[in-house]
């Protein structure tokens, strides 16, 4: 009889051992990236976990962990984050890697944003030439940092005019409304290079350290509920952190383009 | 335009070659809604017969309600699913989040009341044809119900498929209960959402294709095994 | 068969409808042999009266009182014929598939009924291309199957051809020969003199006189009988 139980509880172990499936929430921009292809047949093979991709929006990929129906979130909001984890939501934050943002807008530059001495600068004088302008409007990293800069040049996205255009919608949907409108639109650049339908629009100015995209690893707190593989997330963690993944992500690129920088620290 | 023609040539590519990733998508999503579609018919045909042929207090009621409840945005269910089925919601035990099982309760929620309502009229103009004779005749509740949907099956095949034509093509609650995720819950319509949100407009275009196709054959697979055209009484 | 079920009693019945009086009170009682025929023109209140008999009209007041009574045991034949949506035979089985009859007695009897209406060839067409005349005769048909006690009859030739009326007048007599207990409502005076061996004439939602057969056409006591008889239009 020992030796049946015993057997059985391997048998079934062994099962729960074969299934590592760990949940991810990551934002849009993330995946539109492409590295996610990249890095998840890595994982898979060093590992062995399932890693399961949710792709939403910074908010509802905060709000996924706050439910503890993910074991961690990868977003790019500092602000957002250190408020989910001094809610308690997450175990901490870890910052993996970045990259940045730019300004596409129409090839003709209307608002001659190319001679802009910062972003500040650039978005103001698209709000002075009020030339169209898209923005995400849907509460992701993306759209925090563009509302960022706004403020940083002084402005308020509530008193803009009809040329602000807030479409409520991801990377690439946005992108396809700003190559429609032939408007202006603040992106992240690695989903500026994967995006396929350029039409009119061109990368008008980049390089402002203000433009800084930080992309952060918060494991979601383990004692929300029972289903949390807070030991998968951990295992990520260390990998995402490792030489292993440094070299993956610096070497992934569009186009001979790279598009994030690894910057994650040892602990 | 060129989108659409690149759309079809897509779609023809995708599936002359076989594609695995399209096989794979294709077929979650002919499981998850013909899934859903057994269930929902189970609940909703037995309902809408019943509804037609019982008189009780409420019915008059019941009846408006289920009409109501068809115009409900799909994505407003797949919101209250995803509430329910959340970990740190009332059923999140059952671990059912995330899953193709989720995306089947929340299509099986979205359907019934279109069947119902579409099964509802159909028996209540048999019903009126049968009323006297099977009355006159003794019958049973129960008998009466099993003679109206054997006699109305034709209608009420209409019924069920105007319930897999909602289905197939339902993308927001899916999306929010599935989660999208490839290999697990990734379906066609979440993944026409996700390559038009990529923009990559001529996969997403081929994908429709697909799907179109799909359910033109499923619903030409179901007329001809049934007969509807050759008896005459179509 | 003569049944224990008669005499059916009806006492001071009333319908009303919408606040009108179908019929009432009406008083009469049948006996357990032949065939009743209930005469009268239209609106007169004679379907009303045969689904009250029947058991499947509700009634205001009074009471419908059968000796002894098994509602399986009787059988209604509707003026529209109502057939169901399946083959011919079918039709014929239905009744005795709703008693649950074993297949090969169902099979024997459908054969046996589609011989006597005629209708053997057209087994598995589709009942709802029958003619009307053939929908009646299957109705009937359908009817008799079970072998009733009693069967009501609802004008069933009232939108039929003579050829076919003849036909149905034929399998009527058989099913009075074989015992069972016929009441009909007509409004054609010669079917009423051809088959009945009692007589109900109804005016205005009431019993206007009643008698047997052989005295009531040549002795019509009241005059609004008389007039009918006659052929006069009668209100």
Known sequence: MKKLMVTAAAVLWSQCAMADEMRLAVTTSFDNSGLSEVLLPAIKADLDIDLQLLVVGTGQALKLGEAGDVDAVLVHSKAAEDTFVAAGHGTHRREIMYNDFVLIGPKADGADTANATSAADAFARVASAEAAFVSRGDDSGTHKAELGIWSSAGLEVGGFGPWYHAVGAGMGAALNTAAGLDAYIFADRASWLNFGNKSGLALTYSGDPALFNQYAFLPVDPAKNGNIRNDLAMKLEDWLTSPRAADLINGYEINGEPLFVFNAVAQ | ?234 | MVSAKFPLKLHQVLVRRRGKTVIGPVDLELGPQGATMILGPNGSGKTTLLRVMHGIERISSGSVQWEDDDPAKHAFVFQSPVVLRRTVAQNLAYPLELLKLPKLTVKTSVAEWLGRIGLQGKADMSATRLSGGERQKLAIARALIRKPDVLFLDEPCANLDGHATREIEAILQEATAAGTRLVMATHDMGQARRLAHDLVFMLNGKIHETGGADSIFECPKTKELTAFLNGDIVV
Do not use: C
């Open chain 2, 1 to 234: 335009m060129i989108d659409i023609l690149e759309g079809l040539k897509a779609a023809f590519w995708l599936v002359v070659s076989f594609d695995a990733e399209l096989w794979e998508i294709s077929l979650r999503s002919l499981r998850v809604t013909l899934t859903a579609l057994v269930i929902a018919s189970l609940i909703a045909i037995p309902l809408g017969t019943y509804l037609a042929v019982q008189r009780f207090r409420y019915r008059r009621f019941i009846i408006s309600l289920i009409n109501a409840l068809m115009g409900l945005p799909p994505v407003v269910i797949g919101l209250i699913v995803y509430i329910l089925l959340s970990r740190s919601g009332p059923f999140g035990v059952l671990n059912l989040l995330f899953t193709p099982t989720a995306m089947i309760i929340a299509q099986v929620i979205i359907i019934t009341p279109v069947i119902a309502s579409i099964a509802h009229q159909a028996m209540r103009e048999l019903w009126a044809e049968y009323h006297d004779l099977l009355i006159s005749l003794n019958t049973t509740k129960w008998q009466r119900i099993v003679t109206l949907i054997r006699d109305g099956r034709r209608n009420l095949l209409t019924a069920a498929l105007a319930g897999f034509g909602r289905a197939i093509g339902e993308v927001g609650a899916i999306m929010i209960v599935g989660g999208n995720i490839d290999h697990v819950t990734r379906v066609l319509t979440t993944a026409i959402a996700l390559e038009t949100g990529k923009g990559d407009f001529a996969l997403a275009l081929g994908l429709g294709f697909v799907l179109i196709g799909i359910a033109i054959v499923v619903n030409l697979a179901i007329h001809t095994l049934s007969r509807t055209e050759r008896e005459g009484r179509w």
